[in-house]
């Protein structure tokens, strides 16, 4: 069973800022079967990022995903005020499982 | 434009068992998988388990004695029974399309267990 950690727990930064979340595979994640979500309060969570790198319909450029094997990586280049949310990775490739989420909150 | 939505009972009895079921619309639901995940209140997501059109199942390891995930595709509808239920098994449950990456959602349904 792979476990996902995403560090940091929580990141605070200012609108404009960039963000730089990462996501830690205990195993090898298999042909990169990552995806990223944002929630936000009382939401359910958004689909930002499938394949590692590959965004979803309808969803900014500033969003990106990179990574491979056991580290990913979600980068917002430029915070706008509607991104401060949890963001959640998971991997699919095999069992499924998510990670514990990195909250990014206004500094 | 595909929609999910999610009902049951909002309250369960602990030792009881959970059922909802989730309906879909704007799609065929012999076109994909169908998935479970719960959220317990200010924690994280929980994958619980997929079905597809096919009957097959997926269930998380650490839920699979108490789980079961079926369909009825005349209703279009899957459901999801959950067994011998504790305070633990409170959560928000959302079911979803897809058995990997999620881009439909359910708006989630909250279950709580207590006496």
């Known amino acids: 069973e792979i476990v996902l950690t995403q560090s940091p727990g929580t990141l605070s930064l200012s609108p404009g800022e960039r963000a730089t979340l990462s996501c830690r595979a205990s195993?090898?994640?298999?042909?990169?079967?990552l995806a990223w979500y944002q929630q936000k309060p009382g939401q359910a969570p958004r689909l930002l990022i499938y394949?590692?790198?590959s965004r979803a319909t309808g969803i900014p450029d500033r969003f990106s995903g990179s990574g491979s094997g056991t580290d990913f990586t979600l980068t917002i280049s430029r915070l706008e005020p509607e991104d401060f949310a949890v963001y959640y990775c998971?991997?699919?490739?095999?069992?499924?499982?998510f990670g514990g989420g990195t909250k990014v909150e206004i500094k | 434009q595909v929609q999910l939505q999610e009902s049951g009972p909002g309250l369960v009895k602990p030792s009881e068992t959970l059922s909802l079921i989730c309906t879909v619309s704007?799609?065929?639901?012999?076109?994909?998988?169908w998935t479970w995940i719960r959220q317990p209140p200010g924690k994280g997501l929980e994958w619980i388990g997929s079905?597809?059109?096919?009957?097959?199942?997926n269930y998380n390891p650490s839920l699979k004695s108490r789980v079961t995930i079926s369909l009825d595709t005349s209703k279009s509808q899957f459901s999801l029974n959950l067994r011998s239920v504790t305070a633990a098994d409170t959560a928000v449950y959302y079911c979803?399309?897809?058995?990997?990456?999620?881009?439909?959602w359910g708006q989630g349904t909250l279950v709580t267990v207590s006496s």
């Open positions: 979803a399309k897809g058995s990997g990456w999620h881009y439909y």
């Open positions: 704007g799609d065929s639901i012999t076109s994909s998988f």
């Open positions: 079905i597809y059109h096919s009957g097959n199942t």
């Open positions: 195993q090898s994640v298999s042909s990169g079967y």
């Open positions: 394949s590692a790198s």
């Open positions: 998971q991997q699919y490739g095999g069992s499924v499982a």
